[in-house]
């Protein structure tokens, strides 16, 4: 695997300081925000001056029942040679889930979401990170996630669950040790229990992020600074194999540009510290995948045996059951057996917390038309009443639609504003025709409010 080094995941807002930063060796940008040919001059500059860039997706859903979609891949493979990408990384997550397998509206979580881990969902995951992979031009790495809650009837631990999958595939992984001690609050599962039954030659590279504890669950922010327990799991992972990269990420709540230099050089001091005392450490994890190759049964060089198709009754059974978990998140509807429901509850609030935050930064209109107060309150309403089932920019015209319809807001300057703003960006036809065409099933009153110019 490349050594890639020290690096930062590249933002728009800290674009500058990330330039300016010393010790950048690469950094990573997530690549739903990226359009190929018109690249931010930012990393424009970071390419030329020979700084790795790697895509970092976040929509696939290799985790979700269906097959990788794909637009979805050829957008992926599309960024990573326009970047010149040594690799493209992903989540073992769902994002999406019902549609025609059950018979129910499409939902989107516009979060990842945990997998259960199960023989089924695995042998889904393994498939589906087969067709990614079938489909990238370059390797692919996959990345642990963070959770508030744990599927009932599970028969894997975390570590068992990705050793199997990179035994299966091949995939590299992507260790993300905030999400391990994420899990280590919120679902009691021991971090270095995780760590020691990991493959670790399969390692890409690291995150590391801080986040925040609040009424005994741990919220992966990545808006906060890197706690010490985050750091000290890097250093058990550090002690067990030198990764070959490690990155900082950082969504929200920038610091000043020496905070965030700051956490870069704890992260090396931390490596250094670790690596240089990690032998002992190293001999005994090699033992222990010895044993464990021994206790399967694999000879060493043997192949792994052709897989087979899933049967689609198992993709089926697991869509029902992300479909219903899904749902009670974000439509109300009654909670699966056999999950906690003060976790969903908190879940459920996060999720719509987050729609608020990415819709009012994918139209940052919103919230200046409305007022920041009042545009959070108005959008967390809409979201228990309406489930995203288009992406973040339908998400924004579905928002401002119900707000005309029901007269809001009360300002008649604001709700100008608004209407214009609706107007303008509700769909491909001319201004005078679209929204009126979309209207036609409405009544009187809501022609008067939406069309009105």
């Known amino acids: 695997m490349e050594r890639l080094g020290t690096g930062i995941g590249w933002r728009p807002e800290i674009a500058e300081a990330v330039e300016a930063m010393p010790g950048i060796d690469w950094v990573e940008t997530v690549a739903e925000n990226l359009c190929p040919g018109h690249l931010p001059d930012s990393l424009e500059r970071l390419l030329a001056r020979g700084v790795t860039v790697v895509p970092h997706g976040v929509g696939l859903g290799l985790g979700g029942a269906e097959r990788p979609d794909e637009e979805r891949l050829e957008a992926l493979a599309e960024r990573a040679q326009c970047l010149g990408a040594p690799l493209v990384t992903e989540h073992i997550a769902f994002v999406r889930a019902g549609g025609a397998r059950t018979a129910s509206t499409p939902l989107e979580a516009g979060h990842l979401l945990p997998v259960p881990r199960t023989r089924e969902s695995l042998a889904v995951l393994c498939e589906n990170i087969r067709i990614a992979q079938a489909n ?56 270095v229990q995780a760590l020691d039954a990991l493959p670790l030659e399969a390692l890409a590279y690291v995150h590391v992020a801080g986040g925040f504890e609040r009424d005994g669950v741990w919220h992966d922010s990545h808006a906060h600074p890197v706690p010490r327990p985050v750091l000290d799991i890097l250093a058990e992972l550090a002690a067990r194999t030198a990764p070959p990269g490690v990155l900082l990420e950082r969504d929200e709540n920038f610091p000043e540009p020496a905070e965030l230099e700051g956490e870069l050089e704890a992260i090396r001091e931390t490596v250094d510290k670790a690596s240089g005392a990690g032998d002992v450490v190293r001999e005994r994890e090699s033992v222990q995948v010895l044993n464990a190759v021994e206790a399967e049964g694999i000879a060493e060089g043997e192949a792994p045996e052709e897989p087979t198709a899933v049967p689609e009754e198992v993709r089926q059974r697991l869509a029902l059951a992300q479909t219903a978990l899904l749902s009670a998140l974000v439509a109300g509807t009654p909670v699966p057996e056999g999950f906690d429901r003060a976790r969903l509850a908190v879940q459920s609030r996060a999720l719509a917390a987050k729609r608020a935050d990415v819709v009012a930064k994918v139209a940052p209109e919103l919230p200046e038309i409305l007022g920041g107060r009042a545009y959070r309150e108005e959008f967390l309403a809409h979201a228990q009443r309406r489930p995203m089932t288009g992406g973040y920019r339908r998400d924004a015209l579905d928002f401002a639609e119900r707000l005309l319809l029901a007269g809001r807001p009360v300002d008649e300057a604001a709700r100008a504003r608004l209407r214009a703003w609706w107007l303008e960006r509700s769909g491909p036809a001319p201004r005078s025709a679209r929204p009126l065409a979309r209207l036609r099933h409405l009544g009187h009153t809501a022609r008067r409010v939406l069309a009105r110019r």
């Open 136 to 191: 990238l031009p370059v390797p692919l790495a996959v990345e642990n996630i963070a959770a508030l809650i744990s599927w009932p009837g599970e028969e894997l631990t975390e570590g068992q669950f990705l050793y199997e999958l990179v035994e299966r595939t091949g995939v590299r992984l992507l260790i993300d040790v905030a999400n391990l001690h994420t899990n280590h609050v919120n679902r009691g599962e021991d971090p």
